[in-house]
């Protein structure tokens, strides 16, 4: 609901009608009511805006209808990956919902709102390593610079709100990426639900005044902000719904129920069942587990490539030791007249990767610290994620895994050191593939540094990137723990990774077969 709707008289709510007006700065909404609708199927978005269209028809005009849409791997479409500080778990409830702080309104939380175009003939001049200062973050590996050569008006430096304390503020992000290709518009739609308003308004007023002014955010350069706002979305269960609020007692005047406890307020001490991982024996909090889940997952998927081409199957459970591979072995027979096989089949590898975090750093979580130091799960996470990609394209011979590269019936190409001649190679190995019988569609996979190449360089004016993706028909892919590069199709089966659920240091046995083109350099 936006100011003219919502306008409570006490309470931090008020602070909707001041930070609305304090954002002349901004483009601003004329909005009353915004509803922000997600789900994994365009068709349901449209349904349901569609009924509640209906149910308020006659009393409600529509100003501005937005379709946002899921860009490559979660990024915008300046090509940066969007959101990567969101908190989640009882994290993101703390840093959205309104607690005792503000009691009239708990369990609300506030929404700014903010439509971007972006001018991506200026943003695509601009060279990689320019794009990464603009923003403050590597735009593939998609980890933050360092402060001794990040820029004082990047993105990422002006965006982070720290209390007196020096502890970071958090917000959670549902930006969404926009567009018409045939109208040459680009943008985001920046949505930022807060516990307080001040969190996202600090955050506005250094990207649009500068902090200290005059510091403005450079990504404005090449983003223009067309409309935006401040909204308030109440408590959605009935119980808050109908609660009395400062001078707009609701007509039913039904009385307050006592406030819904959440799963950091203190339980009585229960048995909690055992897993394997004996993560109940380790001195962690949950919402500490759900930080260090949410980091070593991100990481892990960020620098994964071989499980967007192979067929994964699992998990089989902790008693799996092996997986099939369908063929058969001859073996002697036990007697005569007895003919005897023995049945291939391929063993599971496990693999750890120690690391100790510091329980002050676990313990800060449980005192509000939103900005833990988790670097050593993030590098216990990517090693692994090196290992498992390496294993799946170049083998593991202790383990007895034959990689795809030496499995392959395809002989390898020279990758040239010109990315401008890339393409020609890339066309040459999808023409092997289709005249070997391999139908597409295929995805290329291209080592971080190739990726980087291909990124940065144009020809006549056209990016690199853009003629290999007129050449596939599948995905371009960044694969930093590969060398050189790999093209396969991902119909069928090329190669086959199966797993137990052991944590995330279970890598597979993989089980490669020869309908895959490979090239490296010479």
């Given at each position: 609901m936006g100011p003219v709707v919502f306008r409570p008289a006490t309470g931090e709510a008020a602070s909707v009608r001041r930070t609305a007006r304090a954002a002349a700065h901004r483009a601003g909404y004329p909005g009353d009511l915004l509803f922000h609708i997600r789900a994994e199927s365009m068709d349901v978005c449209f349904e349901l805006a569609g009924r509640i269209l209906n149910a308020m028809a006659g009393a409600v005009t529509v100003v501005d209808e937005v379709h946002g849409f899921r860009f490559f791997d979660n990024r915008d479409l300046l090509g940066f990956v969007d959101g990567t500080e969101n908190p989640s778990g009882p994290t993101a409830v703390s840093a959205t919902a309104i607690g005792d702080e503000d009691p009239a309104f708990a369990g609300g939380c506030y929404v700014h709102v903010q439509k971007y175009v972006h001018d991506m003939r200026s943003w695509d001049s601009l060279s990689v390593t320019e794009q990464e200062r603009v923003i403050g973050r590597t735009k593939l590996e998609d980890i933050e610079l360092g402060d001794d050569v990040k820029p004082a008006n990047s993105h990422v430096a002006l965006n982070v709100v720290t209390d007196d304390d020096g502890a970071e503020l958090k917000i959670v992000r549902h930006n969404m990426p926009f567009g018409e290709v045939g109208k040459s518009e680009y943008g985001t739609y920046f949505i930022g639900y807060s516990r307080a308003p001040e969190v996202t308004e600090r955050m506005l007023h250094n990207m649009f005044l500068g902090e200290p002014p005059g510091n403005t955010d450079r990504i404005l350069d090449f983003s223009t902000a067309v409309t935006g706002g401040l909204f308030f979305s109440p408590p959605w269960t009935s119980s808050t719904i109908h609660r009395p609020c400062p001078n707009h007692r609701h007509p039913l005047g039904r009385p307050r129920r006592p406030r819904r406890r959440f799963t950091l307020d203190r339980q009585p001490e229960r048995n909690l069942p055992m897993n394997n991982l004996y993560r109940e024996l380790a001195p962690v909090t949950e919402a500490a587990w759900a930080e260090i889940e949410l980091e070593a997952t991100r990481t892990f998927k960020r620098h994964l490539a071989g499980r967007r081409v192979v067929d994964v199957s699992g998990p089989g459970g902790p008693a799996s030791a092996a997986v099939g591979t369908g063929r058969l072995i001859d073996v002697t027979a036990p007697t005569d007249g007895v003919i005897a096989h023995l049945r291939a089949s391929k063993p599971l590898v496990r693999l750890r990767v120690p690391f100790t975090l510091s329980r002050n750093e676990i313990d800060d979580v449980e005192r509000g610290s939103q900005d833990s130091d988790w670097d050593p799960v993030k590098a216990a996470a990517k090693k692994l994620a090196f290992v498992e990609d390496r294993t799946i394209f170049e083998g593991y011979a202790a383990a007895s895994i034959e990689g795809i590269r030496?499995?392959?019936?395809?002989?390898?190409?020279?990758?040239?050191?010109?990315?401008?001649?890339?393409?020609?190679?890339?066309?040459?190995?999808?023409?092997?593939?289709?005249?070997?019988?391999?139908?597409?569609?295929?995805?290329?996979?291209?080592?971080?540094?190739?990726?980087?190449?291909?990124?940065?360089?144009?020809?006549?004016?056209?990016?690199?990137?853009?003629?290999?993706?007129?050449?596939?028909?599948?995905?371009?892919?960044?694969?930093?723990?590969?060398?050189?590069?790999?093209?396969?199709?991902?119909?069928?089966?090329?190669?086959?990774?199966?797993?137990?659920?052991?944590?995330?240091?279970?890598?597979?046995?993989?089980?490669?077969?020869?309908c895959s083109s490979t090239y490296r350099r010479p």
């Open positions: 030496s499995a392959s019936s395809n002989r390898p190409l020279t990758l040239p050191e010109d990315p401008r001649e890339i393409p020609d190679v890339i066309s040459q190995a999808l023409t092997e593939l289709r005249l070997a019988g391999v139908d597409g569609p295929y995805s290329v996979l291209l080592a971080a540094d190739v990726y980087t190449k291909v990124s940065e360089t144009t020809e006549h004016g056209y990016p690199i990137r853009e003629h290999l993706n007129r050449l596939v028909d599948g995905d371009i892919i960044w694969a930093p723990a590969i060398d050189g590069a790999f093209v396969l199709t991902t119909r069928g089966v090329t190669s086959t990774c199966s797993w137990a659920p052991m944590s995330r240091s279970a890598i597979p046995a993989t089980t490669p077969t020869a």
